[in-house]
């Protein structure tokens, strides 16, 4: 049987694994009426995407729920595949033009496609190679994009029947703008930002009259589009001027005064602009009152031809400033006052968003919304944390039609074509001359809301999609809980007539340790490949599960990713361990009834299944973290650091029934760690199970998932383990405390009932091994020896004799020394923090320090005492 190397190193093993599990089929899926399936689709990152800690996140945990589920004989499948991501892809492609010297404008829709197409072959495939390398089970051989042949036509195939149903519609609306783009986005792509800027208070005169109106306005530029000034019909300053006209300086248009119960007349001056082509309250005026709606800006957010000469061509900015001075010069400014607001930001642009009047489609919501809605509150749906069904049923519950055009030429263009009057919409061009298609293409969001169904080629009723349809299990960010999820939900009831899945797991956000939230622009986040070759990979999914908890935000550090390295190299030297001490080779039999085993066995068998429970109970709450800490405390501290400790002495046992016993049930428990592992580690335990698994066993990756044994679960070997547990560790303590050198072995007196002594008896080898004893006395009428340590066990006494295993005197010194320094840092500290001063100016973290200080070297004071006490 070959030795594991002494140190384990991942770099040697991750891509061999990988590239095997590949090889022999593990990952692909199909339809088989003898097994249950369990799909995942994978949230497609968008294709100009590259790996990041929330996808080594998210990714980790949908393996984990694959891997468990193929391992449990389900049919799994997860299906992996990109976004065409229209704006943040038509982004690169236009930069990359530039680099060449080209511009968007200079190219025909069609060339600017070839680029587009170029592009995606060149640096698409990317993050799906990342992926690969993070260990995910993806069945590769289905993998999609959002602009696959068979996945465009599930897209234009939906915009046809819900077009045909009256469910899309095209109509003039004011719409989010971004200027970077010149596109239309949606609401949720509109990030607001507090902007500290000025209040501009503008006096319009009345025409008729010695009156004036004056406004207060943040976007002095948009009173160019005024057509009306509002006032609130019970406002008595102002109800005298309803019906009048006031003349718009620098225009020369002459306005109405309307009254609208919509105006506060509380806020500002009580007169309120009215811009209907550039602000959403403003539109609903216009409709209302049937204003004029004066489009003043160009669609990359200059001013346009409708606005007096001078102002033409400029930017929104630079005509802010240009009509403040032309109006002040008029004497139109009656004061300016800072103010901060909240501006609405493009996400993909950064930059300040229009309210644009223009055409473009839209989607009714109300009648897809309303099944979705009933299948989350009915619980056919189930949100984790659940607390996110309030967050959807508010969006739901308030939704309005999706604008769903992009003024984009990357994308599922509209299937729509006009020939003069006559419209016609369908997945297959019209027949005849003169048909002119609509230039917009579809918000990538709705294309990826068919995600689950679009996968498997629907609208064609294919065994694939009556198989693996619906999903069981989506794996996604909180913050696209409105762009897809909510969707996916519509669009399976729209079109199935079926939810699309189970379950909904959001994921945490990550931040950094000053509490930020990872990004770019901070430069906070960590390269994942480079964490990857520091701690191997297996050591940064499993690091990140521990520091995960389900509906909290995840405080990034590289110490947890140290733990997670610590217990890989832990396992393995666990299992070189045992591995070595196999003379015979791997035992040919297996644990079959716990009855004739010795306490040890008992225990560790009953623990290990104990840990199987928790671990199922766990994972099927969607806690990732706990079910990682069960196998981190089972794997380290009842295996490694007790049955390993115990097996030490009994390996080599003279009583062969005894050391077969061991072995036997260490290799038993050691497989059972891998197999609970496997999801959270692949690499390390496929490795490891290549040296441990039984004769003919398949690989780890297809190894059954652990089944409990009950008639195992022993709560008496337990209870009696962990008094046994409690001695050596009691043992231990003083030990360290003292000072006593570890190859110099001690004597141990117990004063212990009749049932305690029973039981320590009987392990007295494994007490005697792991304490480093020479004796043990065990007897209910023991008296202390002169000059011991003590301690006190589930009501037993227990004395280790301290004469001849130190010195005492020099011990004792070493003691009051130590006491001494202590006493001085102890007053200096005392008299800092009871300094009011410096608790004032000090820096918080400085003052968290100091007392944490104070707190350690008082435990420290008061462990020297007792020590002292102890030598008396």
Same mark, same amino acid.
């Given at each position: 049987?070959?030795?594991?190397?002494?140190v384990?190193?991942?770099?040697?093993?991750?891509?061999?694994?990988?590239?095997?599990?590949?090889e022999?089929?593990?990952?692909?899926?199909?339809?088989?009426?003898?097994?249950?399936?369990?799909?995942?689709?994978i949230?497609?990152?968008?294709?100009?995407?590259?790996?990041?800690?929330?996808h080594?996140?998210?990714?980790?945990?949908?393996?984990?729920? &694959?891997?468990?589920?193929?391992?449990?004989?389900k049919e799994?499948?997860?299906?992996?595949?990109?976004? $065409?991501?229209s704006?943040?892809?038509?982004?690169k492609?236009?930069k990359?033009?530039?680099?060449?010297?080209?511009?968007?404008?200079?190219?025909s829709?069609? /060339?600017?496609?070839? $680029?587009a197409?170029?592009?995606?072959?060149?640096?698409?495939?990317?993050?799906?190679?990342?992926?690969?390398?993070?260990?995910?089970?993806?069945?590769?051989?289905?993998?999609?994009?959002?602009?696959?042949?068979?996945?465009?036509?599930?897209?234009?195939?939906?915009?046809?029947?819900?077009?045909?149903?009256?469910?899309?519609?095209?109509?003039?609306?004011?719409v989010?703008?971004?200027?970077?783009?010149?596109?239309?986005?949606?609401?949720?792509?509109v990030?607001?930002?507090?902007?500290?800027?000025?209040?501009?208070y503008?006096?319009?005169?009345?025409?008729?009259?010695?009156?004036?109106?004056?406004?207060?306005?943040?976007?002095?530029?948009?009173?160019?589009g005024?057509?009306?000034?509002?006032?609130?019909p019970?406002?008595?300053?102002?109800?005298?001027?309803? !019906?009048?006209?006031? /003349?718009?300086?620098?225009?020369?248009?002459?306005?109405?005064?309307?009254?609208?119960?919509?105006?506060?007349?509380?806020? !500002?001056?009580?007169?309120?602009?009215?811009?209907?082509?550039?602000?959403p309250?403003?539109?609903?005026?216009?409709?209302?009152h049937?204003?004029?709606?004066?489009?003043?800006?160009?669609?990359d957010?200059?001013?346009?031809?409708?606005?007096?000469?001078?102002?033409?061509g400029?930017?929104?900015?630079?005509?802010?400033?240009?009509?403040?001075?032309?109006?002040?010069a008029?004497?139109?400014?009656?004061?300016?006052?800072?103010?901060?607001?909240?501006?609405?930001?493009?996400?993909?642009?950064?930059?300040?968003?229009?309210?644009?009047?223009?055409?473009?489609?839209?989607m009714?919501?109300?009648?897809?919304?309303?099944?979705?809605?009933?299948?989350?509150?009915?619980?056919?749906?189930?949100?984790?944390p659940?607390?996110?069904?309030?967050?959807?049923?508010?969006?739901?519950?308030?939704?309005?039609?999706?604008?769903?055009?992009?003024?984009?030429?990357?994308?599922?263009r509209i299937?729509?074509?006009?020939?003069?009057?006559?419209?016609?919409?369908?997945?297959?061009?019209?027949?005849?001359?003169?048909?002119?298609?609509?230039?917009?293409?579809?918000?990538?969001?709705?294309?990826?809301?068919?995600?689950?169904? !679009?996968?498997?080629?629907w609208?064609?009723?294919?065994?694939d999609?009556?198989?693996?349809?619906?999903t069981?299990?989506?794996?996604?960010?909180?913050?696209?809980?409105?762009?897809?999820?909510?969707?996916?939900?519509?669009?399976?009831?729209?079109?199935r007539?079926?939810?699309?899945?189970?379950?909904?797991?959001?994921?945490?956000?990550?931040?950094?340790?000053?509490?930020?939230?990872?990004?770019k622009?901070?430069?906070n986040?960590?390269?994942?490949?480079?964490?990857?070759?520091?701690?191997?990979?297996?050591a940064?999914?499993?690091?990140?599960?521990?520091?995960?908890?389900?509906?909290?935000?995840?405080?990034?550090?590289?110490?947890?990713?140290?733990? !997670?390295?610590?217990?890989?190299?832990?396992?393995?030297?666990?299992?070189?361990?045992?591995?070595?001490?196999?003379?015979?080779g791997l035992?040919?039999?297996?644990?079959?009834?716990?009855?004739?085993?010795?306490?040890?066995?008992?225990?560790?068998?009953?623990?290990?299944?104990?840990?199987?429970?928790?671990?199922?109970?766990?994972l099927?709450?969607?806690?990732?973290?706990e079910?990682?800490?069960? &196998?981190?405390?089972f794997?380290?501290?009842?295996?490694?650091?007790?049955?390993?400790?115990?097996?030490?002495?009994?390996?080599q046992?003279?009583?062969?029934?005894s050391?077969?016993?061991?072995?036997?049930?260490?290799?038993?428990?050691?497989?059972?760690?891998?197999?609970?592992? $496997?999801?959270?580690?692949?690499?390390?335990?496929?490795?490891?199970?290549?040296?441990?698994?039984?004769?003919?066993?398949?690989d780890?990756?297809v190894?059954?998932?652990?089944?409990?044994?009950?008639?195992?679960?022993?709560?008496?070997?337990?209870?009696?383990?962990?008094?046994?547990q409690?001695?050596?560790t009691?043992?231990?303590t003083?030990?360290?405390?003292?000072?006593?050198?570890?190859?110099?072995?001690?004597?141990?007196?117990?004063?212990?009932?009749?049932?305690a002594?029973?039981?320590?008896?009987?392990? /007295?080898?494994?007490?005697?091994?792991l304490?480093?004893?020479?004796?043990?006395?065990?007897?209910?009428?023991?008296?202390?020896?002169?000059?011991?340590a003590?301690?006190?066990?589930?009501?037993?006494?227990?004395?280790?004799?301290?004469?001849?295993? &130190?010195?005492?005197?020099?011990?004792?010194?070493?003691?009051?020394?130590?006491? $001494?320094?202590?006493?001085?840092?102890?007053?200096?500290?005392?008299?800092?923090?009871?300094?009011?001063?410096?608790?004032?100016?000090?820096?918080? /973290?400085?003052?968290?320090?100091?007392?944490?200080?104070?707190?350690?070297?008082?435990?420290?004071?008061?462990?020297?005492?007792?020590?002292?006490?102890?030598?008396e």
């Amino acid at each position: 049987m070959p030795e594991l190397e002494k140190v384990y190193q991942p770099q040697s093993i991750e891509d061999r694994w990988y590239a095997e599990w590949l090889e022999k089929g593990y990952f692909s899926g199909h339809p088989n009426p003898e097994k249950i399936p369990y799909t995942i689709v994978i949230p497609p990152p968008n294709v100009t995407g590259m790996l990041t800690m929330g996808h080594v996140l998210n990714n980790t945990i949908q393996d984990i729920l &694959i891997r468990k589920a193929r391992m449990e004989g389900k049919e799994a499948c997860w299906i992996p595949g990109t976004d $065409h991501a229209s704006i943040a892809t038509e982004a690169k492609v236009v930069k990359m033009l530039a680099d060449r010297g080209l511009t968007k404008d200079q190219l025909s829709r069609e /060339e600017f496609l070839n $680029h587009a197409w170029e592009w995606k072959a060149k640096y698409g495939g990317i993050i799906i190679n990342q992926l690969k390398k993070l260990g995910c089970s993806c069945d590769w051989d289905r993998e999609r994009f959002t602009m696959d042949e068979g996945y465009s036509r599930a897209v234009l195939e939906a915009f046809v029947r819900l077009y045909r149903k009256g469910l899309i519609y095209r109509g003039h609306r004011l719409v989010n703008w971004c200027p970077v783009s010149k596109s239309a986005i949606s609401d949720e792509e509109v990030i607001h930002r507090e902007v500290v800027g000025h209040l501009w208070y503008l006096r319009y005169d009345v025409l008729d009259s010695e009156e004036s109106v004056v406004v207060a306005t943040t976007r002095p530029e948009t009173m160019l589009g005024d057509t009306a000034i509002a006032i609130n019909p019970n406002d008595d300053r102002f109800r005298h001027l309803i !019906g009048k006209t006031v /003349e718009l300086p620098l225009v020369g248009r002459k306005i109405p005064i309307i009254a609208d119960d919509f105006v506060d007349p509380e806020f !500002g001056t009580g007169c309120v602009k009215v811009t209907p082509a550039h602000d959403p309250n403003d539109f609903s005026m216009g409709e209302t009152h049937q204003l004029e709606f004066v489009q003043i800006l160009n669609e990359d957010a200059t001013l346009n031809d409708n606005v007096p000469e001078p102002y033409r061509g400029l930017t929104r900015e630079a005509a802010r400033e240009q009509v403040v001075k032309d109006l002040d010069a008029l004497g139109r400014i009656v004061k300016i006052e800072d103010y901060t607001h909240k501006v609405g930001f493009s996400e993909r642009g950064q930059v300040p968003i229009e309210y644009y009047f223009t055409e473009q489609w839209f989607m009714k919501m109300d009648t897809l919304a309303a099944p979705a809605l009933e299948a989350v509150n009915s619980g056919k749906i189930r949100f984790h944390p659940e607390h996110w069904v309030k967050t959807f049923n508010h969006w739901m519950e308030n939704i309005r039609d999706w604008c769903i055009s992009r003024q984009l030429w990357w994308g599922h263009r509209i299937p729509v074509w006009y020939r003069g009057e006559e419209i016609y919409c369908g997945v297959e061009p019209p027949e005849g001359e003169g048909w002119v298609q609509d230039p917009d293409v579809l918000d990538t969001w709705a294309s990826s809301w068919l995600w689950p169904i !679009g996968v498997h080629n629907w609208p064609d009723d294919s065994k694939d999609l009556t198989y693996f349809y619906p999903t069981d299990a989506l794996v996604t960010g909180p913050d696209i809980i409105f762009f897809w999820v909510a969707r996916m939900i519509m669009a399976g009831l729209e079109f199935r007539n079926d939810i699309p899945f189970k379950d909904v797991y959001f994921t945490s956000i990550l931040r950094d340790a000053q509490g930020r939230k990872f990004s770019k622009s901070l430069g906070n986040s960590p390269n994942p490949f480079d964490l990857f070759e520091q701690y191997g990979t297996d050591a940064v999914r499993f690091g990140i599960m521990l520091m995960a908890p389900q509906g909290l935000d995840v405080l990034f550090t590289n110490s947890r990713l140290e733990v !997670g390295r610590n217990f890989m190299n832990k396992l393995w030297n666990a299992s070189r361990f045992v591995l070595m001490n196999l003379p015979d080779g791997l035992p040919t039999d297996s644990v079959r009834s716990v009855d004739s085993l010795d306490l040890p066995e008992r225990w560790i068998l009953s623990r290990y299944q104990q840990a199987i429970v928790k671990l199922n109970r766990q994972l099927d709450r969607f806690y990732f973290n706990e079910a990682a800490k069960v &196998i981190y405390e089972f794997t380290w501290n009842d295996f490694c650091d007790w049955y390993v400790e115990i097996a030490k002495t009994r390996f080599q046992s003279p009583d062969e029934n005894s050391a077969r016993s061991a072995r036997v049930v260490a290799v038993h428990v050691l497989r059972g760690i891998l197999a609970m592992l $496997h999801p959270y580690a692949p690499f390390i335990t496929e490795e490891l199970w290549s040296s441990i698994r039984p004769e003919n066993a398949q690989d780890l990756i297809v190894s059954p998932w652990p089944k409990v044994n009950p008639d195992w679960i022993d709560t008496s070997a337990e209870q009696e383990m962990t008094l046994v547990q409690d001695v050596i560790t009691a043992v231990r303590t003083i030990r360290g405390q003292m000072n006593i050198p570890p190859a110099r072995k001690a004597d141990l007196v117990l004063r212990a009932e009749k049932t305690a002594a029973s039981i320590l008896h009987r392990q /007295e080898a494994v007490i005697k091994s792991l304490g480093s004893l020479d004796t043990i006395t065990i007897d209910p009428h023991a008296l202390r020896p002169p000059q011991s340590a003590t301690a006190v066990i589930q009501g037993l006494e227990l004395f280790l004799p301290l004469e001849g295993l &130190i010195d005492i005197d020099l011990e004792r010194k070493r003691l009051q020394k130590r006491q $001494h320094e202590l006493n001085g840092h102890l007053a200096g500290l005392q008299k800092k923090l009871g300094n009011e001063k410096f608790l004032e100016r000090a820096p918080r /973290e400085v003052v968290i320090r100091e007392k944490q200080k104070l707190a350690d070297m008082t435990e420290e004071m008061n462990k020297l005492t007792a020590n002292l006490e102890l030598l008396e």
